[in-house]
């Protein structure tokens, strides 16, 4: 990908340069028209090619050749603007990379979030013991809840306790029924 993009990049320089270069070369050869044409693209030509004049001015049509293509690949790939979410609490022992992220988007505004999501999320990425002390925060009402305690049967199969996720499977289903 990164060499496609490379090669895309030498071919609009080159078209540009190209287009210079023929521009220069087609006032050239339109210095030889006879009369007033010719009189003028000799005149623009030799004011163009004076020292000093000619810096300038390949200098100012390469800063307006730079804005161009800025403008252009802006309004192709967006605005550059990211959004940086820092970590202000954060643990001890948190690398320096955990302590921010980066979003193209607006991230969304911090809610409050159910435990039993939070007891979903912790199984997701295993961490068990996290699990526990979220099982334990919640009232005995909201554990037997049906999608809690799919949660717990996954936690007790994931901690190798078979007999309390058969027992729970049980329990499940009676509140399924």
Not at 42 to 60: K, Y
Not at 85 to 113: F, H
Request: charged share 20%.
């Amino acid at each position: 990908m990164a060499q496609h993009e490379r090669r895309k990049q030498v071919i609009v320089a080159l078209v540009i340069l190209g287009i210079v270069a023929l521009s220069l070369l087609g006032m050239a050869a339109a210095a030889h028209l006879p009369g007033l044409a010719g009189e003028f693209f000799a005149r623009v030509l030799g004011l163009l090619t004076t020292p000093f004049i000619l810096e300038t001015s390949f200098f100012i049509l390469g800063f307006v050749i730079v804005l161009t293509l800025n403008q252009w690949r802006q309004m192709r790939e967006g605005d550059e603007l990211v959004y940086l979410e820092q970590v202000q609490d954060a643990p001890a022992g948190l690398p320096d990379q955990a302590r921010w992220a980066i979003y193209p988007n607006k991230p969304l505004e911090p809610g409050t979030v159910a435990e039993a999501d939070l007891l979903e999320g912790a199984l997701a990425i295993g961490d068990h013991g996290q699990a526990i002390a979220i099982l334990d925060g919640m009232s005995s009402a909201e554990r037997e809840r049906p999608e809690v305690l799919r949660s717990r049967i996954a936690l007790a199969e994931a901690t190798g306790k078979s007999d309390l996720a058969r027992d729970l499977r049980e329990k499940l289903g009676k509140t399924s029924c």
